[in-house]
């Protein structure tokens, strides 16, 4: 891996330089309270370089929105329609590695035995610039403990490290040494003592944090070795808002519906989710997952269980977003330490 540094004057040229070559420049800024918020600046020029903490809503919004219309409806009669392409190039910016890990999984779920053209384009035309974390965003993170920090091991163009003089730059993907290509006057190679530096600030995130053997979690859920009374206590703090599912960075379930107005419409889908009662609804009413408790069940069962035998990894990346916004003090975390 090819090691460089960079100035935070050469920084800011480069982004300005990123800019001209995309269609939206994705990154962290501050909006009401001083939210950390991904959002497009290039016209604004508000992003953040640095930050502490994460975002409130992981940048996974940007390629599968709460609502995205799929298909315009030209005639309901004929059936007649044809495709909404998105063709924007997106740069993302100041990506934290757990949200670079759960873009990766995500792409695994829509690239896999049924290929979504709509995400799959959008992932394709987009460009990832991860910022390593240098201590943790928040005291309930465990991305650690999950091996989604403090850096993104791929998914990724540019990885930045911060350090005293500037940023240690990792470069990741094809894309990655592009852009070191076109703006080589801007990048040195890096000094032995900026790779020591960095290394010290990381190692001082990942002290006294082990590993969670999610291999040995996921087989004790597969054999259903809990007791029910784990499950009954979350099905009675859960109040179904859908904090969790709309802010897991790797939340990928959605529906279908039409919109349509007289013989036209569109065609769109909507984040959906396990802890909805009509998620798993069939013809005839009937549904798999009666009771409440059942349903957030599959909530967890998905993340450390079902996805570690699909893709070998679990999808909880430890960023913690569903655990800060669960007004039930619902916690995935703890939920691991009682298994």
């Known amino acids: 891996m090819q090691r460089l540094f960079i100035t935070s004057e050469n920084l800011k040229i480069l982004v300005a330089n990123l800019k001209k070559s995309c269609d939206e420049f994705i990154a962290p800024k501050k909006e009401h309270l001083d939210d950390i918020v991904f959002a497009d600046t290039k016209n604004d020029h508000a992003e953040l370089l640095n930050y502490e903490g994460n975002s409130v809503i992981s940048p996974r919004a940007f390629l599968l929105p709460q609502t995205e219309e799929l298909f315009e409806i030209k005639s309901v009669k004929n059936a007649s329609f044809s495709p909404i392409?998105?063709?924007?190039?997106?740069?993302?910016?100041?990506l934290r590695p757990c949200?670079?890990?759960?873009?990766?999984?995500?792409?695994?779920?829509?690239?896999?035995?049924?290929i979504d053209l709509p995400y799959q384009e959008k992932y394709e035309r987009s460009t990832f610039i991860a910022l390593a974390c240098n201590r943790l965003c928040c005291d309930e993170a465990f991305c650690c403990e999950m091996d989604a920090g403090p850096?993104?091991?791929?998914?990724?163009?540019?990885?930045?490290?911060?350090?005293?003089?500037?940023y240690l730059v990792d470069v990741g993907a094809k894309e990655g040494r592009q852009i070191v290509r076109e703006n080589k006057k801007l990048f040195t190679k890096a000094k032995a003592a900026d790779a020591k530096e960095a290394a010290v600030t990381l190692r001082g995130m990942t002290k006294g944090r082990k590993r969670i053997d999610y291999k040995k979690l996921a087989k004790?859920?597969?054999?259903?070795?809990?007791?029910?009374?784990?499950?009954?206590?979350?099905?009675?703090?859960?109040?179904?808002c859908s904090g969790c599912i709309t802010l897991c960075p790797t939340c990928s379930c959605f529906g279908i519906a039409d919109r349509l107005d007289g013989d036209s419409g569109t065609r769109f889908?909507?984040?959906?989710?396990?802890?909805?009662?009509?998620?798993?609804?069939?013809?005839?009413?009937?549904?798999?997952?009666?009771?409440?408790?059942?349903?957030i069940r599959r909530f967890f069962e998905h993340k450390l269980n079902i996805d570690v035998e699909r893709y070998g990894t679990p999808s909880c990346v430890g960023c913690a977003r569903c655990i800060q916004t669960c007004p039930g003090n619902i916690s995935i975390r703890k939920f691991i330490d009682t298994v």
């Open 269 to 295: 889908r909507y984040c959906d989710g396990c802890p909805y009662a009509g998620f798993t609804r069939m013809a005839g009413e009937n549904t798999p997952f009666p009771l409440h408790k059942d349903r």
């Open 220 to 240: 004790i859920m597969k054999e259903d070795k809990l007791k029910p009374s784990v499950w009954d206590d979350i099905g009675l703090r859960c109040v179904v």
């Open 151 to 166: 850096v993104a091991k791929e998914g990724y163009a540019l990885q930045l490290v911060a350090i005293a003089k500037g």
């Open 85 to 94: 392409e998105d063709k924007k190039k997106r740069i993302f910016y100041g």
């Open 99 to 114: 949200d670079i890990k759960a873009l990766t999984l995500m792409r695994s779920f829509f690239s896999g035995d049924f």
